[in-house]
């Protein structure tokens, strides 16, 4: 089986201060890999690295066994990597459908002059990806909030609504940042079924996820951050029984529990 | 059959142009009317740069400067008719507009304000004091565009003011059709879309950089056709209409209008261009006023007059 998201050594400093330090792992097709540690381990630094949001200082990311690091995100979307973002980045004022709509950027985008004039090849264009977009928003239960302005809509349905406008990019890699954040039970379990789903599919999936039970259930392999280094990683049983693991993250986690009431 | 937004408007502004005249008790009120378009004309391209790229420039009537001296200088030493000489002036702004805004436009932030306000002034000094060619300060002289004598051999007879005033009306027509063809269109997705999040946009594979050069160069052909027309239609320009005031002002008829909105932004135009001519207070202190507008829309209406009427209307119809 061909690696499709390779993690070599990455690294990154913050005026002197290394939030991530040395991380290496790697993700095969249909494979979940969950990222975990505490608040402050680096998580999404290390997302944002292998997104191309920032320049590591250290290591490389491969995808399909090409170098891409430090390479523009929308050259890397060309190249098949989406993600969803923890702090949900949404276009506001634009309807719901309009926001998958937009995931289809690099199929529906042609000429500037052919989309100033209305001519009919932009507007086939556009109609294609609006079609894909409405299979899609069906697949995430918000086909029926389709015209509503996107900042209308609930938290849970906005996780739901990235992860639709991610998955239209046909992606072979996806990086998902706690999809299920501030979703109840109900809604978890619903974007746990997509995941799976998408996974199924042959899609590389990368995560970071706050639900212990989300990650312990979902993923093939986790990787455990603490301080910017990885102190652990396997497969869901041998990770839980890792001392260290239990130590650094666990630990808190119960102070987090403790602290969110 | 229900109408979508876009023929909304196209409808209303044709509704607006051909009715119009019906009520006009001068004829004063028909060059009222065509300096109404060329500046709508102009806030159009502000729309698609502003409203739907969030982008913002405080040098587009450098751009117009452009637009309005070439039908002024080509016609008389390049012996090009006015016509070309208002497609050359188009040509030369796109390009200047992409030369510039092609590095800066790498950069966040408000780099494209700065860099577009010095350029237009660069452009006023350049028409005020290369006398030697512009005739300086004090304006030149427009050759005709001949459009008007070649109607009447056709046997339409319009006095000047009619013709601008259907001349220019039909520009902001076709203006408007373009901008509003763009909105829905694949690229006008990636402008707005870049608007609400520039990373969400690189992430889906926007090149956010090429999307907000094309919104700058398609906005920079806009006000130099804008000020094309204006320089055929008084057949005399003054390096006034680069000046740092123009370009306020047709960020502030965007604003007032509702920048998002075609419709809204030419409303704004109209509001601002009719305003001076009607209360002599406005023109005496325009300045002032036009300040005083800003800072009231940003305060009470950040999306503009027409958005938020409308918005209030149909808030109370629900």
Redesign the interface.
């Known amino acids: 089986m061909t690696v499709l998201l390779e993690i070599e050594g990455l690294g990154i400093s913050f005026g002197g201060l290394r939030a991530v330090n040395d991380v290496s792992f790697r993700v095969n097709p249909g494979e979940i890999v969950s990222v975990i540690g505490p608040n402050g381990a680096g998580k999404t630094t290390l997302f944002n690295m292998i ?3 920032y320049k590591p200082g250290a290591g490389r990311v491969r995808l399909m066994g090409e170098d891409v690091t430090g390479i ?3 050259l ?3 190249r098949g990597m ?2 969803t ?1 923890q702090n949900l ?6 309807t719901v459908l ?1 926001n998958a ?3 289809y ?2 199929q ?3 000429s ?1 002059l ?5 001519l009919p090849a ?2 086939r ?2 109609a294609a ?1 609006r079609e894909g977009a409405r299979q899609l928003l069906e697949r995430v239960d918000l086909a029926r909030a389709a015209e509503m302005e996107a900042g209308s809509l609930s938290y849970g349905a906005l996780k739901r609504l990235e992860i639709a ?2 998955l ?2 046909n992606p072979k890699v996806l990086l998902l940042d706690e999809p299920a954040a501030g979703c109840n039970a109900v809604e978890t379990e619903e974007i746990d079924h997509l995941i799976a789903e998408v996974a199924a599919s042959g899609v590389a999936i990368l995560l970071v996820e706050h639900d212990m039970k989300m990650v312990m259930r979902i993923s093939r392999h986790i990787v455990v951050l603490d301080h910017g280094e990885k102190i652990a990683e396997g497969d869901p049983a041998t990770v839980s029984r890792n001392p260290k693991v239990i130590e650094a993250y666990l630990g808190t986690q119960a102070e987090d529990a403790h602290a969110h009431g | 059959m229900r109408l979508s937004e876009k023929q909304w408007t196209l409808l209303i502004l044709a509704a607006l142009i051909a009715l119009s005249p019906f009520f006009f008790p001068s004829s004063y009120y028909y060059r009222v009317g065509s300096l109404i378009f060329v500046n709508g004309l102009a806030v159009t391209g502000i729309v698609i740069l502003t409203g739907y790229a969030g982008q913002i420039s405080l040098g587009h009537a450098g751009f117009a400067g452009i637009g309005a001296y070439a039908c002024a200088l080509a016609p008389a030493h390049l012996g090009l008719h006015p016509a070309l000489a208002l497609v050359l002036g188009a040509a030369i702004s796109g390009v200047l507009a992409f030369l510039v805004g092609r590095p800066i436009l790498r950069l966040k932030g408000y780099y494209l304000a700065v860099a577009s306000l010095g350029l237009g002034i660069l452009v006023a000094m350049a028409l005020a004091n290369e006398s030697w060619i512009t005739g300086g300060p004090d304006g030149i002289k427009v050759a005709d565009l001949g459009l008007r004598a070649v109607l009447k051999s056709q046997g339409l007879d319009l006095s000047n003011t009619e013709f601008w005033y259907a001349f220019t009306g039909l520009a902001l027509l076709i203006g408007a ?2 901008a509003l ?2 909105h ?7 402008l ?2 870049l ?3 520039e ?10 950089a090429r999307a907000k050069l ?1 919104a700058f160069v ?1 906005s920079a052909v806009y006000a130099s056709v804008s000020g094309s027309l204006l320089a055929l239609q008084n057949r005399f320009i003054t390096p006034d209409v680069a000046g740092y005031m123009h370009s306020i002002e047709m960020v502030t008829m965007a604003v007032l209008g509702g920048a ?1 909105s075609v419709l809204g932004a030419i409303f704004g135009a109209g509001i601002l261009t009719m305003l001076p001519q009607v209360l002599t207070v406005f023109a005496e202190y325009e300045q002032l006023m036009l300040g005083l507008v800003m800072m009231l829309v940003m305060i009470f209406m950040r999306q503009g007059l027409l958005p938020s009427v409308l918005r209030l209307i149909r808030g109370r119809g629900e």
């Open positions: 997104s191309g949001i523009s995100p929308h890397l979307a060309r989406s993600r973002f980045q949404i276009f506001q004022s634009m309009e709509v937009a995931g950027h690099l529906e985008s042609g500037v052919a989309d100033l004039l209305g932009s507007r264009r556009a990806a406008r991610a239209a990019l | 059709w373009l063809n763009l829905d269109s694949p690229t006008g997705r990636a707005r879309a608007h609400g999040s990373i969400a946009a690189r992430t889906v594979g926007i090149d956010v094309a398609i998002g």
